[in-house]
């Protein structure tokens, strides 16, 4: 139970912080740890086997979404870099 209410505490921090930021590269860490904290969250409510495959499943694309988050802040750097 308190596993469950420091993550969500967390991933509505997060939520929060998503929400006021105005910069785009800040946004896209929270959306991450958003991803990961839903992920944590299914495996810490649903302890059954199928809960289980669907954390993990939710996990990888939680990690897919990470690369890709990576990727386009690294792409806009590389975008404010070259037009500066």
Do not use: C, W
């Given at each position: 139970?308190?596993?469950?209410?420091?993550?969500?505490?967390i991933i509505?921090y997060?939520?929060?912080?998503?929400?006021?930021?105005?910069?785009?590269?800040?946004?896209m860490?929270?959306?991450?740890?958003?991803?990961?904290?839903?992920a944590?969250?299914?495996?810490?409510?649903?302890?059954s086997?199928?809960?289980?495959?669907?954390?993990?499943?939710?996990?990888?694309?939680?990690?897919?979404?990470?690369?890709?988050?990576?990727?386009?802040?690294?792409?806009?750097?590389e975008?404010?870099?070259?037009?500066?």
């Amino acid at each position: 139970m308190l596993e469950e209410t420091i993550i969500s505490a967390i991933i509505i921090y997060m939520g929060l912080r998503l929400f006021i930021t105005q910069d785009r590269l800040e946004k896209m860490p929270y959306l991450n740890v958003i991803n990961f904290g839903v992920a944590a969250i299914i495996t810490l409510l649903n302890p059954s086997p199928l809960g289980a495959v669907t954390s993990m499943i939710y996990f990888i694309m939680a990690t897919v979404a990470a690369n890709a988050i990576s990727f386009t802040v690294d792409k806009i750097r590389e975008i404010k870099h070259d037009n500066d």
